[in-house]
C-alpha cells in the first residue's frame, strides 16, 4: 500500500465517520426520517441498478423483492418474535432466493419479454401478501415496534451530548444504521462491479452472443445480477420494516416498481451517486410538489444550473447554441411556471411526468452523467491530458498459454455435419480438418454456409445432425460458453464488441476464464482477487499491445475507429487462450494499411502456435496466409486443398464467377 | 470518491433543514388523498374543511388568529402518508390535522401525531382500529367524527337481519384494508344475530367484473348482498346482478351513497341502502345553509361525497372550539379540551354536546346514522321516519 | 355447466377488451420495437373525448346510438393525434439515440401527464357513459349477455380486421408490413419508416381510443379506468405474441376466462394468478409467446 492509497482511505474513514453522525446534528425528526428513507431507497436503487445499468434489463418487480425482504421482518416479529438483526440476514437471503426464481425464465426472454416476468412475479407476489392471511395478517398489515440499540442516555455523564428523548434517540440509531448499510453496499456494490463479475454483466447487455463466445454465461450472470440485485432489495426491505414500522401489501405495488426505475433513470445509470441522488428526488419530490415556496426554490435552481451549463457549453461550441436553446429555455420557462402557479396539489402528477421527460430528452445520462459531462468539459481546457501515457515498457510480451501437445492428430475434425433450418440446407453434408498450427481458410460466395458454420461450431446453433470432434472430444450438446472454455475463440462478421466497456475491459471479458477467487472473495478484497486482477490487467495489457491498442486501453470500445474495433475483437479472443482461433472476415471494410497491419498479427498469432480458421473475402489475404483452404458453395464443400489448387479449381471459379464465364476463364 | 459524493448529498439535505418560526397564523393539517382513486372522498371532504375554516376566519379566526391549512395529497399511499405526517408536524408545525379517508394511512401515519402529542381528527376513514391504536398509551391523540365500522356492520347487519329479515347474506367487499377490515366487523355484528353469510367473496379496486363474485353469490343461495368497498366497484356489482337478471337487496357501508355509485350504477343501484351521518337534503336550516355556500363556493348541484364533506366541515368546527376553549395551541391542551368540550358545537351531521371524553374518541354514536337509500340517482332517507321531526338532528347520549 | 357457460361468455368478453388494447402494443412493437406504456391512457382519453362529444351530441337532442355513431370519428381522429403526440414526444428521440429505456420511462411519464390532465379536466370520479344499446341482458339459452358485450367482441374484431385489410391491400399498410419485418431494409427501399413508425403509433392509439368507446358504456369512465387494462392487455399481449395480431384476442380470452373461472371455483383473491402464471410459463417454453413468429438468431 502506497502512501497515496493510505492517505485515500483514511479520507474515506473520515468521510464515513462524518456522515454515521452527521444525524445527531440534526434537530428536526422529520429530516431524520427522511435521510432514513433515501438511504434505505438508495440500496435498493443501487441493486436494481446492477440488473438496470448493468445488464440492461427491466425489472419491474423489485417492489416485491423489496415487499419480501420487508415482510420477512414483518413474519418474523410476529409470528416469530425475533427481531431486526435475524431479519437482516433471513431478508436477504430469501429476498435472492426469490431474485433467482424471478430469473429463470430469463433463460430464454430479454427486454420488454423479461420486464413482463418481472411485472407478473411483482404481482403474484403481492396478491401472496395480501391473500396470506394466516402468516401476513393480509391487507390489515403489520404493526411493528420501534427498536432502542443502546440506551445512549446511560452515557450522559461522560457526553452529554446524548442527553435527548428516548423517542428521538430510537429514530436517531435506526438512521445511523441504515447509513451503516448503505456505505457498506456501496462498498460491496462498487468491489463486485469493478471486477469480472461487473464486467460480465455489462458485457452481456452490449453483446449477449459475444459473451456467450467469451466463455462468460449469459444466462448463469443475468441470474447472478438479479440475485445480488435481489439481496440488496431484501436487505433494504427488511431495513423499511423498522423504519416505518408498519407493512400493507399497498406499499409494495408496481408503481413502487416504476418510481425504483425512475430514481435509476433520474439520477443515472452506472453509479453508485445515481441511485443515491435518484432516491433523494424519488422520496423528497411528493414533499416538494406539495410546498410552492419549495418546488420555486427548486425550479429556481433548475434555472440558473440550466443557463450555467447552457453558457458553458455556448463558449465552448460543443453543440450547436440553437440545440442547447431548447433546454436552457425549458428550464427557465419552469421557473416562470413555478412563479405562475398558483395551486400545485392538483397538477403534481403532470409536473411529475414533465420533469421525467425533461430527464429523458436532455439528461439521457441522469443527473450524474450530466455532472460527469460538466466536469468533463471544464477538465479538457485545464488539463488536456487526463492520465499519464502508459509506459510501453510496463508491458509484457504476450505469449499464449497453450499446454504442448506432442501428437499428430488433428486439433478440429468436423464430418458429415447438416445445418437445415426449415427446408433451407445451409451446410450439408461438410467434412473439414484443421491441423494443429495452421491458418485454414474458407472461402465462398455470399450465403455459402460459411458464418454457420462457424456458429455450428461455437454452440450457436445445434447442428441438424453430423459430429464435431476437437482436440478428440465432442462438442456435441455443448453450450457455447463451454465450447469456448474448451479452446474455442472467435470473432465476428459485424463486429460485436462491448461497447460501453474500456478496451481493456473487453480483453479482461475474454480473460473471465483465468479467475479462481468467488463473489465473497471479490466483495471483501481477499489478496488473491487482489493479485488475479492485477494479474489479468498485465496479462490483458500485454494483449492490447500485441495487437497494438495498448495506447487508448481506458477508451470506451464504440469509441474506436472500425479497422480498430477488428483488432480488439482478435485481442478479446485471444484472452481465452485458444488452440483454434475462428476469424470471421476480419479484413471486412478496412483500409488497405489496415490489412496490411492485420495480415502480420495473423501472421503472428499462428507463429505463437495458435491455429486460425479464417474466413475472408480478400483473396490476396486468404491466398498469402492459408496453409489449406476449404471452398464452400450453398452449403456444401466443392474443394479443398493448398491455395494453388483451389485458385485453378474450375468448380471454385465456377461458383465465384458463375457458370456461363467459367470457361472463359 | 462515493462517500465524499455521500457527504456533499447529506450536506445538501442539511442546508433544507430550516426550522420554520411559529407564524402568526394558526397552521392546521389537512390530509387525505386528493388524486388517484379515492380521490373524490378527499377533494370533498378538503372542500368541506376550507368552508368551514373559510367561515371561521371571516368571523374572526380562532384566539384572534386566522386558521392556515396547510394542504397535503397523501395519494392513498400508507408511506406517503406517514411522511406526510412527519412533515406536517416538523417541518410545517402544525397544531392539529384533520382529515384521513383510508384506513391503512391512518394506521401508517397516526403514530408520529402520537408520539409528537399533536391531536388528529379523523373525518371519514372509518377502521374501528383506529381510535384504539394504543390501549396502553397514556393519552390517546386521535379522535374521529366519522361513524366507525363497528358502528356501521351493526347497523347494517340488524337492518338486513332484523329490519327486512334476510337470513342468507353475502358478503362482498374489496381486498383492501378498508374492505378487509369492514368484513371482519360486519361478520362479528352477524353472528351476534345468529346468521353466518353464505359467501365472502372479494375482488380488487380497479376490476371491472363482477360476474364470478355474483355467480357466486347467487349459487350459495343468498338473500341479500351486503358490502364493504367503494363506488367503482359497488356499481360494478349492481350492473353484474343486472346482467345477470338476479335481484336481491344491496345493503352496505355509507361508501354505497359515493357519486360513482349512483351514477354508474344508474338504474341497477336504485334501492340500494347505507348508514348515512348525513344525506344531501335541508331538513334543518344549518344543513340548508352549508348545502348552498358548499354548491355556491365549489359548483354542481350534488356533492361528489356528501358524507364526508358535511364531517369535514365539521371536524374543522370541532377543532376550533377545542383551541378556543384550551386558549392555546398547545397539543396537550387541544386534547384536553377536545375530551371535556363545554361548548355546543351545531355541526351539520349533529350537535356535538361533549363528543369526547378521556375514554372514548369517537363522536358519532351508534343512533346517529340513518339509513340511506338511492332513488333516482340521489340518497334519501330509507326511513323517512327516522329525520321526521326533533329526529332530524340526532344527538349522541350522554354518559 | 349452466354457470361455466356464463363464466365462459363473461370471461371472452373480457378478454377481448384486453385483445383489443394488446393490439395496440402489437401494432407499434412490430414497426419500433418500442411500446406505449400509456396505452391504459390512450383508452382512457379516448373514452372521455368520446363520452363527452356523446353528451354533446345527445343535448342537441340527437338518439342516444345515433349520438354514439356520430362520436366515433371524432375519437379516431383525436386517437390518431394522441398517438401522434406520444410518437414525437415519447418514442422517436430515444429511436434515434437506440436508447433501451428512454422510450420506457418516456411513454411512462406521458401517460402519468394524460391521467393527470384527465383528473383535471374530467374531475376524479367514475362517470357513467351512455349505452347505445339497451343494457336489457339477452338470455341465450342459460346464459345471460348484454348487448354492449356483443358489441365489444364483434367491435374489436371488426377493428383487427380493418388494419388486418389495410395492410394487405393498401400501399401504404404494405409499408408497414414491410417495415416490421425488417426496418432497415424496408428503409433502404426507400420507406420513410419514421413516418410508418409514427403512423403505427397513430394506429395504435385509435385502436386504444375505440376500444376505450366500446368498454366504457360496460365498465366506467374516467382518469383511472386505463391503468389496470393497460397492465393486464400488456400480460395479454406477451401471451399472444408480440408479432402476432391474432394471437392477442386468443392471448386475451384465455386470460379472460382464467380470471373468471378461477373467481369462481377457486377464490376470487386468486383469481389474477393463473393468468400470469400461464404467463410464466409460456415465456419459458416459448418465449415468442403463442402465436409468436421465432426468429433465427443472425450472427
Not at chain 1, 420501534?146 to 428523548?165: A, E, G, Q, V
Not at chain 1, 435506526?174 to 456505505?183: E, G, I, N, Q, S
Not at chain 1, 480473460?511 to 486482477?533: M, Q
Not at chain 1, 486468404?622 to 485453378?648: C, H, W, Y
Request: net charge neutral.
Amino acid at each position: 500500500m502506497n502512501r497515496a492509497d493510505a492517505s485515500r482511505i483514511a479520507l474515506l474513514a473520515v468521510g464515513a465517520l462524518a456522515v454515521l453522525v452527521l444525524p445527531f446534528f440534526i434537530t428536526s425528526p422529520y429530516y431524520i426520517h427522511l435521510i432514513t428513507t433515501i438511504a434505505i431507497y438508495s440500496i435498493l436503487v443501487m441493486g436494481l441498478d446492477v440488473v438496470f445499468g448493468y445488464t440492461g434489463e427491466v425489472s419491474i418487480g423489485h417492489a416485491a423483492l423489496w415487499g419480501i425482504g420487508a415482510y420477512t421482518a414483518g413474519v418474523f416479529y410476529i409470528k416469530l418474535g425475533l427481531g431486526l438483526l435475524p431479519s437482516l440476514i433471513a431478508g436477504p437471503i430469501i429476498a435472492g432466493a426469490f431474485g433467482a426464481l424471478l430469473a429463470l425464465p430469463a433463460l430464454r426472454v430479454t427486454g420488454p419479454y423479461l420486464a413482463m416476468v418481472t411485472l407478473a412475479f411483482g404481482t403474484i407476489v403481492q396478491i401472496l401478501i395480501n391473500e396470506m392471511d394466516f402468516l401476513t395478517n393480509g391487507a390489515r398489515g403489520i404493526p411493528l415496534t420501534k427498536l432502542l440499540f443502546i440506551d445512549l442516555r446511560n452515557y450522559t455523564d461522560w457526553f452529554p451530548f446524548f442527553s435527548m428523548p428516548i423517542a428521538r434517540m430510537r429514530e436517531l440509531e435506526y438512521c445511523v444504521l441504515v447509513l451503516a448499510f448503505l456505505l457498506l453496499s456501496i462498498l460491496v456494490i462498487n468491489r463486485i462491479l469493478a471486477s469480472r463479475y461487473g464486467r460480465a454483466f455489462e458485457a452481456l447487455r452490449d453483446s449477449p452472443i459475444a459473451a456467450d463466445c467469451m466463455g462468460v454465461s449469459v444466462y448463469r450472470y443475468k441470474v447472478l445480477a438479479f440475485v445480488i440485485s435481489a439481496v440488496f432489495a431484501g436487505l433494504s426491505g427488511a431495513l423499511f420494516s423498522y423504519s416505518e414500522v408498519y407493512l400493507a401489501p399497498n406499499n409494495f405495488s408496481f408503481e413502487k416498481s416504476i418510481e425504483f426505475l425512475l430514481a435509476v433513470t433520474l439520477g443515472g445509470r452506472k453509479s453508485r451517486l445515481g441511485p443515491i441522488i435518484g432516491a433523494i428526488v424519488v422520496v423528497y419530490l411528493p414533499n416538494l410538489l406539495a410546498d410552492i415556496e419549495l418546488f420555486r426554490g427548486a425550479a429556481l435552481t433548475v434555472a440558473v444550473i440550466g443557463v450555467v451549463a447552457g453558457v458553458i457549453t455556448a463558449v465552448r461550441r460543443t453543440h450547436s447554441i440553437r440545440r442547447m436553446l431548447v433546454p436552457v429555455a425549458l428550464c427557465v420557462g419552469f421557473y416562470v411556471f413555478s412563479i405562475a402557479l398558483d395551486k400545485i396539489t392538483d397538477y403534481r402528477a403532470a409536473i411529475y411526468g414533465v420533469m421525467i421527460l425533461f430527464v429523458v430528452y436532455y439528461l439521457p445520462d441522469g443527473i450524474v452523467g450530466f455532472l460527469k459531462q460538466m466536469r468533463a468539459q471544464v477538465r479538457s481546457r485545464t488539463q488536456q491530458t487526463s492520465r499519464p501515457p502508459l509506459s510501453e515498457l510496463s508491458v509484457a510480451e504476450w505469449t499464449p498459454r497453450i499446454e504442448a501437445v506432442q501428437t499428430n492428430k488433428a486439433l478440429l475434425e468436423v464430418s458429415q455435419v447438416l445445418m437445415q433450418f426449415g427446408g433451407l440446407r445451409a451446410l450439408d453434408q461438410v467434412d473439414l480438418t484443421v491441423q494443429r498450427g495452421t491458418i485454414h481458410g474458407l472461402i465462398g460466395p455470399n450465403g455459402s454456409g460459411k458464418s454457420t458454420f462457424i456458429n455450428v461450431l461455437t454452440g450457436i446453433y445445434q447442428p441438424t445432425a453430423g459430429q464435431v470432434l476437437f482436440c478428440g472430444h465432442s462438442l456435441e450438446g455443448l453450450k457455447s460458453p463451454a465450447i469456448a472454455l474448451s479452446g474455442l475463440a472467435r470473432t465476428f462478421q459485424n463486429v460485436q464488441l462491448f461497447g460501453e466497456l474500456s478496451l481493456i475491459d473487453n480483453v479482461l471479458v475474454g480473460l473471465h476464464h483465468s479467475y479462481r477467487s468467488g463473489l465473497f472473495a471479490v466483495a471483501f478484497r481477499s489478496p488473491r482477487s487482489v493479485r488475479e486482477e492485477a494479474e489479468a490487467h498485465a496479462r490483458a495489457m500485454s494483449l492490447l499491445h500485441f495487437v497494438g491498442l495498448a495506447e487508448s486501453a481506458n477508451e470506451e470500445a464504440r469509441n474506436l475507429p472500425y479497422g480498430k474495433q477488428r483488432l480488439l475483437e482478435i485481442a478479446r479472443a485471444l484472452a481465452l487462450d485458444p488452440q483454434l482461433l475462428l476469424l470471421d472476415e476480419p479484413a471486412a471494410g478496412l483500409t488497405a494499411s489496415d490489412i496490411v497491419e492485420l495480415v502480420a498479427i495473423i501472421g503472428k498469432i499462428r507463429d505463437k502456435g495458435v491455429s486460425i480458421i479464417l474466413i475472408e473475402h480478400h483473396m490476396d489475404v486468404v491466398m498469402g496466409l492459408s496453409d489449406t483452404i476449404t471452398v464452400l458453395d450453398f452449403g456444401q464443400k466443392i474443394a479443398e486443398g493448398v491455395p494453388a489448387e483451389v485458385r485453378n479449381n474450375p468448380r471454385v471459379i465456377e461458383a465465384y464467377l458463375g457458370g456461363a464465364s467459367a470457361s472463359a476463364l | 470518491m462515493n462517500i465524499k459524493t455521500l457527504l456533499c448529498g447529506a450536506a445538501t439535505l442539511c442546508l433544507l433543514t430550516g426550522t420554520a418560526a411559529a407564524a402568526d397564523p394558526i397552521k392546521v393539517g389537512l390530509a387525505g388523498p386528493f388524486t388517484g382513486g379515492s380521490s373524490s372522498m378527499g377533494v370533498s371532504m378538503r372542500d368541506g374543511v376550507k368552508l368551514a375554516v373559510a367561515e371561521i376566519n371571516k368571523a374572526g379566526g380562532v384566539l384572534g388568529r386566522q386558521i392556515q391549512l396547510i394542504e397535503r395529497d397523501d395519494e392513498a399511499k400508507n408511506e406517503l402518508g406517514a411522511q406526510i405526517a412527519q412533515e406536517l408536524i416538523n417541518k410545517e408545525q402544525v397544531v392539529a390535522t384533520l382529515g384521513f379517508i383510508n384506513t391503512g394511512v391512518g394506521q401508517a401515519s397516526q403514530r408520529f401525531y402520537q408520539d409528537a402529542e399533536i391531536p388528529v381528527l379523523n373525518n371519514v376513514a372509518t377502521g374501528t382500529v383506529l381510535t384504539r391504536q394504543w390501549p396502553d398509551a397514556k393519552s390517546n391523540y386521535v379522535f374521529r367524527n366519522a361513524a366507525a365500522d363497528s358502528i356501521q356492520s351493526a347497523m347494517i347487519a340488524e337492518e338486513a337481519v332484523v329490519r327486512h329479515g334476510f337470513k342468507k347474506p353475502a358478503i362482498l367487499n374489496d381486498a383492501t384494508n378498508y374492505g378487509m377490515l369492514g368484513r371482519s366487523d360486519l361478520v362479528a355484528a352477524l353472528a351476534k344475530l345468529n346468521v353466518k353469510p353464505v359467501t365472502e367473496e372479494k375482488f380488487n379496486v380497479g376490476d371491472t367484473d363482477m360476474t364470478a363474485q355474483v355467480l357466486k353469490a347467487k349459487g350459495a343461495g343468498a338473500d341479500v348482498i351486503l358490502t364493504y368497498a367503494i363506488g367503482p366497484e359497488l356499481a360494478q356489482i349492481a350492473n353484474a346482478m343486472a346482467k345477470l337478471g338476479w335481484k336481491v337487496p344491496l345493503i352496505g357501508s355509507w361508501t354505497l351513497s359515493m357519486a360513482t355509485f349512483i351514477d354508474t350504477a344508474g338504474a341497477n343501484g336504485d334501492g340500494a341502502m347505507m348508514p348515512q351521518t348525513f344525506i344531501e337534503a335541508p331538513t334543518t336550516p344549518k344543513r340548508a345553509a352549508f348545502i348552498a355556500a358548499y354548491h355556491k363556493a365549489y359548483g354542481g348541484d350534488r356533492m361528489p361525497s356528501p358524507v364526508s364533506a358535511a364531517q369535514g366541515y365539521d371536524s374543522a368546527y370541532l377543532l376550533a372550539a377545542a383551541i378556543t376553549q384550551a386558549k392555546s395551541t398547545d397539543g396537550p391542551k387541544i386534547l384536553a379540551a377536545l375530551e371535556n368540550l363545554q361548548t355546543r358545537v351545531e355541526g351539520v351531521v349533529t350537535t356535538y354536546d361533549r363528543p369526547f371524553s378521556a375514554t372514548d374518541h369517537e363522536a358519532i354514536s351508534s343512533n346517529i346514522p340513518v339509513f340511506g337509500l338511492v332513488k333516482g340517482g340521489r340518497v334519501v332517507a330509507a326511513h323517512p321516519e327516522d329525520l321526521a321531526g326533533d329526529k332530524a338532528v340526532r344527538v349522541k347520549p350522554k354518559g | 355447466m349452466d354457470i361455466l357457460a356464463q363464466l365462459i361468455v363473461s370471461g371472452i368478453s373480457v378478454g377481448m377488451i384486453y385483445g383489443a388494447i394488446a393490439f395496440g402494443y402489437q401494432l407499434t412493437f412490430s414497426t419500433s420495437q418500442t411500446l406505449n406504456f400509456g396505452q391504459g391512457e390512450a383508452l382512457m382519453l379516448g373514452a372521455l373525448v368520446g363520452l363527452t362529444t356523446v353528451n354533446f351530441l345527445i343535448g342537441q337532442s340527437i338518439a342516444t346510438p345515433l349520438a354514439y355513431l356520430l362520436m366515433l370519428p371524432v375519437v379516431l381522429a383525436f386517437g390518431c393525434v394522441q398517438g401522434v403526440v406520444v410518437e414525437v414526444l415519447g418514442v422517436r428521440q430515444a429511436i434515434r439515440t437506440g436508447s433501451e429505456s428512454g422510450w420506457i420511462m418516456a411513454t411512462i411519464a406521458l401517460g402519468i401527464i394524460f391521467r393527470n390532465l384527465a383528473e383535471n379536466i374530467w374531475g376524479r370520479d367514475a362517470l357513467k357513459f351512455p349505452s347505445p344499446l339497451t343494457e336489457t341482458a339477452l338470455t341465450i339459452g342459460p346464459v345471460h349477455i348484454q348487448p354492449m358485450e356483443i358489441a365489444i367482441t364483434l367491435g374489436t374484431l371488426a377493428l383487427a380486421l380493418a388494419v388486418e385489410v389495410f395492410n394487405r391491400k393498401s400501399i401504404y399498410g404494405k409499408a408497414v408490413v414491410a417495415t416490421s419485418s425488417d426496418r432497415d431494409a424496408a428503409g433502404l427501399m426507400g420507406i420513410n419508416t419514421r413516418l410508418v413508425i409514427t403512423f403505427s403509433y397513430a394506429l395504435s392509439s385509435v385502436s386504444a381510443a375505440l376500444a376505450g368507446v366500446l368498454v366504457a358504456p360496460v365498465t366506467l369512465t374516467g382518469a383511472n379506468m386505463g391503468a389496470v387494462l393497460g397492465l393486464k392487455a400488456f400480460a395479454v399481449a406477451i401471451i399472444g405474441g408480440l408479432s402476432s395480431g391474432l394471437g392477442v384476442f386468443v392471448g386475451g380470452m384465455i386470460l379472460g376466462v382464467a380470471e373468471t373461472l378461477t373467481g369462481f371455483y377457486l377464490s376470487t383473491g386468486y383469481k389474477d394468478v393463473p393468468g400470469l402464471v400461464l404467463l410464466l410459463i409460456v415465456l419459458s417454453v416459448k418465449p415468442s409467446g403463442l402465436f409468436g413468429k421465432k426468429g433465427i438468431k443472425k450472427v
